[in-house]
């Protein structure tokens, strides 16, 4: 249902687009996100967006990422700018069915593991120092 792309190795400063394909969602009303797990770190939601438009940044990420989407090509897309070693990580999109209020990288909705809740496989992301 959904598949990542746009990983790659990329020196700090620079900047990578990563980009989710979507297929085959049964609910129009989504909160779509990206999540990062780092070596040794835990499981880290950085950007969602809903299917309004709505957007929500983590704090580590506010005014060097930004997340967007192309209806037309049911894509959503996640521009990294001034990446730092430490963004290094597998970077994974998420799609959910929206709720009220609750789309936002650290809403519960991501833990819940049924049949509304897709998950891509992943993209690599490297950022030498």
């Known amino acids: 249902h959904l598949v990542e792309s746009g990983g790659g190795s990329v020196q700090s400063g620079g900047s990578l687009r990563l980009s989710c394909a979507a297929s085959?969602?049964?609910?129009?009303?989504?909160?779509m996100g990206w999540f990062r797990q780092g070596t040794g770190k835990e499981h880290e939601g950085l950007a969602t967006?809903?299917?309004?438009?709505?957007?929500n940044y983590a704090d580590s990420v506010k005014g060097r990422f930004t997340i967007s989407q192309d209806n037309a090509k049911n894509t959503m897309y996640l521009q990294m700018n001034s990446l730092k070693p430490e963004d290094s990580g597998w970077f994974y999109c998420?799609?959910?069915?929206?709720?009220?209020?609750?789309?936002?990288?650290?809403?519960?909705?991501?833990?819940?593991?049924?049949?509304?809740?897709?998950w891509g496989p992943g993209t690599q992301v490297t950022v030498s120092s």
């Open positions: 967006i809903d299917s309004n438009g709505r957007v």
């Open positions: 085959g969602l049964t609910y129009s009303s989504y909160c």
């Open positions: 998420a799609s959910a069915p929206l709720r009220p209020g609750q789309c936002t990288v650290v809403s519960e909705i991501w833990d819940d593991d049924g049949d509304d809740n897709h």
